[in-house]
């Protein structure tokens, strides 16, 4: 029978009311009805859309109870990229902060901040369409980030349909989601007492919660979510500052952390950290800190921001657990470019809540600057999800035996010398790439998340195929066959054909990731992007020499050394052409916007430049985000003139706008880097 319009009306109206209560209960931490009268209302809907299945619509709160297993999820790319944040660790470094933000603005005036816990959770972006969440993606690597929609839908203080009216078409809100503690308590309780495994901490919980390809799992934890951001936003406009922002997604339904106060000045901000830690405790979350942000938009926007980090925020953390420990011993590893580090072994400890029983040494000299022997008890600092560290020896503890640390003569792994040159901190193996720990290192970084994200190429597995000999650099990864991987100890034709589609996939690929991936020392993400921004291909970045190296931006002589000793090895530029030989590709587009500095501004070039082609300044600036046009308006932020200006510097001088020189666009492109 179909549906009267009376039953429909009866739908909308027992969803709107279920909606309103589970924003009042989830949201506002403040219910009106109780459990069982909202239970009744629940089962009211179930049982009509029951009846009347055509009814059913995503946006339905019975629809929070997650869907089948996906076999993998699918890749998102951000609008705009998800930043992260700068951290400032004592009071000092938050006036600093201040200093640098009333500085860039010339403003002696104090700036209002808005102040927020950071709440340490994970990453997520919702995007609503027309008030409907139509996805939720991780953060991934701030460009790219993986499809949760499924996942995020279950969460209960995430509506599936924006309340009330006035926001944007398309609106993409931010957050973290959190496992809260009291549910991470009793998840681990059950855990235990089943004899599963048990998460370390709530942290880790919601990561792995949220990346459960069964998201009726997901379903049954009970995740929860603050936002604190908004990403892309059209089809309508927010407010002007960021406190009223998150009073506008307040109202929409979003739940935003009742501890966000603004406030003037760095001493305020200071004064608001003291009052978070006084509540940490108290808190029904863990927060590893308090979150800074200038509260203007405006003045954001004018702030610009670094390649990864706004300028005009800054998390103040918390300062890190220690714990006390006995130091068993000291390995040595092999990284990808074959500096040895020393690695402690510690007598297992409880700190923060996480057991640790390694800590990073870093090398020789941060061993004789703690001046530490084996069977010291040392002090271990852990920080967030950073590798923890042995900050000092309790000297009074030292026993009668202790055993001096010294630097193996030969490497661990291939048995090569291993020497210390001169100026340099690091011990290297010279076994180079015949050595099989630098082999499996530089494989898992290309492999890795940053590099070409291969799925399900874990560390253990590349360890499996160089020690099996299928392996001996990233190019022979796409020669592997599904015979030689089912051979594979715990390798099944399923997992196997996983990893081929993976391999498959991860041929394309962008070119920062892929200058990257080769791993070469000294050039992290950003250089790589730096160096795909300058060469857009790989071709002329192979035959540049060091000078040409060192007019892009972040290349200092050693990096450019580095690079170019780098493309002289024979057997590197063969590992590259294997690549492409397999097929590895990048979009040119892809190598785009690098920042978004001079977003929402739009730039006018006019006149004769000299150093720099009009298409060359052009596309710098695009990459910072501004739009170029080739007219002069009142919406026009700034206007370059060149040589010989004629109408349009005219034009932009009657229309009072800023003008500037050739030589001060330089300064501003090599400033953010573009
Ligand atoms: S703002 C530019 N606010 O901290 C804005 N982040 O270390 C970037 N986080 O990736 C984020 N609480 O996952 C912001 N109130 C808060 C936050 C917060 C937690 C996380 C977030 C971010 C990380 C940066």
């Not at 702030?303 to 953390?317: F, S, V, Y």
């Not at 730039?603 to 080739?630: C, D, H, I, P, Y």
Request: aromatic share 6%.
């Amino acid at each position: 029978m179909a549906a009267s319009k009376k039953i429909i009306a009866e739908v909308e109206q027992l969803r709107n009311e279920i909606n309103q209560h589970n924003y009042r209960y989830h949201t506002q931490d403040d219910p009106v009805i109780s459990d069982a009268e909202f239970d009744r209302l629940f089962r009211d809907l179930k049982s009509l859309e029951a009846k009347y299945p055509e009814l059913i619509s995503d946006v339905s709160p019975t629809q929070r109870v997650g869907a089948a297993p996906l076999s993998a999820f699918s890749q998102v790319v951000h609008e705009a990229p998800m930043l992260s944040l700068d951290n400032a660790f004592v009071e000092a470094d938050v006036l600093e902060f201040d200093h640098r933000i009333r500085s860039r603005l010339q403003s002696d005036e104090e700036v209002a901040y808005a102040c927020e816990p950071k709440i340490d959770g994970v990453a997520v972006s919702l995007l609503y369409e027309d008030g409907k969440l139509v996805r939720g993606a991780t953060r991934g690597d701030g460009t790219t980030g993986e499809d949760i929609t499924r996942n995020v839908r279950t969460i209960e203080s995430i509506p599936l349909q924006l309340l009330g009216k006035g926001y944007p078409s398309r609106l993409e809100v931010r957050g973290e989601v959190y496992f809260p503690i009291s549910a991470f308590t009793k998840m681990n309780q059950r855990a235990q007492s089943r004899g599963d495994k048990e998460f370390a901490n709530p942290r880790n919980a919601a990561a792995g919660t949220l990346r459960q390809l069964d998201s009726r799992l997901t379903a049954q934890r009970k995740l929860a979510m603050f936002c604190y951001s908004v990403g892309l936003v059209e089809g309508g406009e927010l407010a002007e500052k960021h406190s009223e922002i998150l009073q506008e997604l307040a109202i929409w339904g979003l739940r935003v952390n009742p501890l966000v106060e603004t406030v003037l000045g760095a001493a305020q901000c200071v004064q608001y950290y003291k009052g978070i830690c006084e509540r940490r405790e108290s808190l029904t979350y863990e927060i590893d800190g308090v979150v800074f942000k200038v509260d203007d938009i405006g003045l954001q926007q004018k702030l610009g921001i670094l390649t990864r980090t706004p300028r005009w925020a800054i998390a103040h953390k918390f300062p890190a657990e220690e714990g006390i420990t006995r130091l068993n011993d000291v390995e040595f590893q092999v990284g990808r470019t074959g500096a040895i580090t020393p690695v402690a072994r510690l007598a297992p400890v409880k700190v923060g809540g996480v057991t640790i029983s390694n800590a990073t040494l870093h090398n020789m000299d941060e061993i004789d600057r703690l001046g530490l022997m084996i069977g010291d008890t040392v002090i271990v600092q852990r920080a967030g999800d950073v590798i923890p560290k042995i900050v000092s020896v309790v000297l009074e503890k030292r026993p009668s035996k202790t055993t001096n640390i010294e630097l193996p003569q030969t490497c661990p792994a291939c048995g090569s010398e291993i020497l210390r040159s001169e100026g340099e901190v690091a011990a290297r193996c010279t076994g180079g790439l015949s050595c099989a720990a630098q082999q499996r290192e530089s494989i898992r970084h290309f492999a890795s998340r940053l590099a070409l994200d291969i799925e399900g190429l874990g560390d253990k597995l590349v360890e499996q195929l160089v020690d099996e000999g299928l392996i001996d650099n990233a190019a022979d990864l796409y020669q592997l066959t599904e015979a030689q991987l089912v051979k594979l100890e715990r390798m099944a034709p399923k997992s196997a054909n996983n990893l081929l589609e993976a391999l498959e996939n991860s041929k394309e690929t962008t070119l920062p990731r892929f200058i990257y991936a080769l791993g070469i020392q000294e050039v992290g993400e950003s250089t790589a992007r730096s160096l795909a921004m300058h060469f857009g291909d790989v071709a002329g970045l192979l035959e540049a020499d060091e000078a040409l190296l060192q007019t892009i931006p972040d290349v200092g002589p050693i990096v450019a050394n580095k690079i170019h000793h780098f493309f002289q090895q024979e057997s590197n530029l063969a590992v590259i052409d294997s690549l492409i030989g397999f097929g590895l590709r990048w979009k040119v587009e892809d190598t785009g916007i690098i920042a978004n500095s001079l977003a929402g501004e739009t730039w006018v070039l006019t006149g004769s430049l000299n150093s720099l082609t009009r298409n060359e300044a052009k596309a710098r600036l695009q990459k910072l985000g501004a739009k170029v046009s080739g007219s002069v308006s009142r919406k026009t932020t700034c206007v370059v003139a060149g040589d010989a200006a004629g109408s349009k510097l005219v034009k932009a001088q009657e229309l009072g706008l800023k003008i500037i020189g050739e030589d001060e666009l330089i300064t501003l492109l090599e400033e953010y880097g573009a």
